[in-house]
């Protein structure tokens, strides 16, 4: 797994084995968590729905990636204080309870503020467990590693998706949600018992980042030599974050409008996600081998391409190998992203750079959902959704391409042949096992 042996992970063979699978699991519960609401918005729209329309369904959308706004910003505010391992198991207990209260909502008001707990809780969990595979992992292996821990999320994705082909529309919607709720019971434990805290010390002292003399960290991230390439990830990920959330909500509904069985459309969701999940693996050693940014690139225009294709209403097989195409691109391309940001900050300033781009993004995850609706709504074809959805993708890889160094006490991080993940360690051991 080429992880670091070097101080708190010396606790043991068998928690260094476990890291990767662990965190992969917190990944695919956020993956499941996210996909389950488009499997179920068709059924939350019929008769054995509880009084939601299309606008209130896309409003609801976004209330997810509200909550995960003030999640991914406590996340940034946090990390250096708490550490890690708190955070990632605090956010996973959160959105668990926010699944079961999805489950058992009488109201879609209720719902909707139980989707905004969950939300809150995979704002906090996202950036820490990918700045933490990313702080525990050998040098060369950043990349790699964190997209080893993101095929979790498009793995638990898929599962919605078939589970939904599985039980709707016979059984209730709240199986799927109930499905989202159950498995952190024995997740939390045995994390709790096998997962060390990151090899970057929680701040002790006034002279970390994330003290409020430096607006929460946003100080050393607004530094002259990092300040544009901060912004810039933070439109990268409001471009990548639109589309996940976008085509993540709408996509079976979008689908149906145009003519498709439940089950079809259901099917065809799957396929993207079994894309995204070979984008996140093939994408993270891809990244490793020739670099990041080009890899972010050529997901972006792969994921924009696959939606133009699905635009022209192709044969049926050649639209579920256009959206695994998409999948692939457009999906893997914003855990690809995440890979870039925390590689190139330098340890210090990762978690609370991926914090604060995914913060950032969330404005992109609240109005695509919001614009998805607001199309599929206003009678316009099929098409314009995927036009809507194909433009972000072609921002996202043009912004990713003009990333520039990092240059940070005179020393450039980042670069060409200089990836902040081969950074020796803390203690500058950089033994695998």
Known sequence: MHLTTSGPLSRGVAARRALLPLTACFAALEGYDLACYGVTVPSLLGRAGIGADKSSAGTVGSMVAVGMLAGATLAAVLVRRLGSRRLILGGAALFS????????????TIFGI???IVGAGLGVVLPTVTAYVADVSAPGHGSRNVGIMMAGYPAGALLAPLLG????????WRWIYLGGAVPVLALLPLSARLLPESPVAPARDSGEPGKAGDLFGLGPLLARGVRMATLLFWVISFCGLLLVFGISTWLPSIMVAGGYSLGSSLLQTAAMWAGAGVGMVAGGRAADRIGTKPVVVIAFLTGAAGLAGLSARP???ALFALMFVSGLGFIGSQALVNALIVTRYPLALRGTGIGWALSAGRFGAILGPTAGGWILSSG?????????????GLLGAALAAVVPALRTGGAVAGGPGCPADRDPGLDGRTATP
């Open 97 to 108: 309870a926010g699944m079961l209260i999805c489950a058992l909502a009488p109201t879609f």
């Open 114 to 116: 139980a989707r905004l």
């Open 165 to 172: 082909t599985a039980l709707l529309p016979d059984a209730s």
């Open 315 to 317: 044969p049926l097989w």
């Open 380 to 392: 316009l074809s099929i098409e314009w959704n995927f036009y809507l959805f194909a433009v972000p």
